[in-house]
């Protein structure tokens, strides 16, 4: 079954350091990989996704993802910490064609 | 503007009572979702639905009903035996043929 697990609930960072959030995923079938964005309160946002081609996505707000077969990763990455990327990441694999498997979340808190 | 729209946006019921949520999308979207969200799970499903006048149970269905007889309208209803029904829930939808699905502000649904 194919399912995905995010590394770290929560991670804390500098403003202008580099974010980091790890996803792996397991999928018997070439994966469809996204990450979603969710602020307090609020619903989930797309990133960014995976399906086939370029295994370097860039997504909006300066975020990207490498999909790296060879190590079930698909982590996502910004090269500089702003105080409004503070907030909670998903990372999800497709499960057919109509499903998505969550992970359990990461929380970014962005230090002044 | 197009887009998920649900209602209302805090909801507060008691114990041993039925309550609806609301979800309705102008996208022309073919299929619609809910998802429960509790802290540090991610999102599960609930239920899903395809086309008009089907569905199927996603991950926890049990204690919740919904019903699509609008291809832009999918209710969700809370029912009593739900055991803890407290959480966030949230909507999503997405057109027929693609990959990306698109979410709702959400509701948060407190049982006192």
């Known amino acids: 079954a194919q399912s995905v697990t995010q590394l770290g609930s929560h991670v804390s960072v500098s403003e202008g350091a580099l974010v980091l959030l790890r996803c792996n995923y397991s999928?018997?079938?070439?994966?469809?990989l996204f990450w979603y964005v969710q602020y307090p309160n609020q619903g989930l946002q797309l990133l960014l996704k995976?399906?086939?081609?370029?295994?370097l996505v860039k997504g909006i707000n300066g975020f990207e993802a490498e999909f790296k077969k060879s190590e079930t990763s698909f982590h996502l990455t910004k090269p500089s910490a702003h105080m409004s990327d503070a907030a909670e990441y998903f990372c999800?694999?497709?499960?057919?064609?109509?499903?998505?498997?969550f992970g359990a979340g990461t929380t970014v808190t962005v230090r002044a | 503007d197009g887009g998920i729209t649900q209602s209302p946006k805090y909801l507060f019921r008691k114990e041993g009572q039925n309550v609806t949520l609301s979800c309705e999308q102008n996208?022309?979207?073919?299929?619609m979702y809910w998802y429960r969200q509790d802290p540090g799970q991610g999102l599960r499903l609930i239920y899903y639905?395809?086309?008009?006048?089907?569905?199927q149970k996603g991950d926890i269905a049990e204690g919740y009903s919904v019903s699509r007889e609008k291809k832009e309208s999918f209710p969700l209803t809370v029912t009593s035996a739900q055991k803890n029904p407290t959480a966030f829930y949230l909507c999503?939808?997405?057109?027929?043929?693609?990959?990306?699905?698109?979410f709702g502000p959400g509701t948060r649904l407190t049982v006192l």
């Open positions: 996208l022309n979207h073919d299929a």
């Open positions: 999800a694999v497709s499960v057919n064609d109509y499903k998505l498997s």
């Open positions: 999928s018997s079938v070439p994966p469809y």
């Open positions: 995976y399906t086939t081609g370029a295994t």
């Open positions: 639905s395809q086309i008009v006048n089907d569905f």
């Open positions: 999503a939808s997405k057109r027929g043929g693609t990959d990306t699905q698109y």
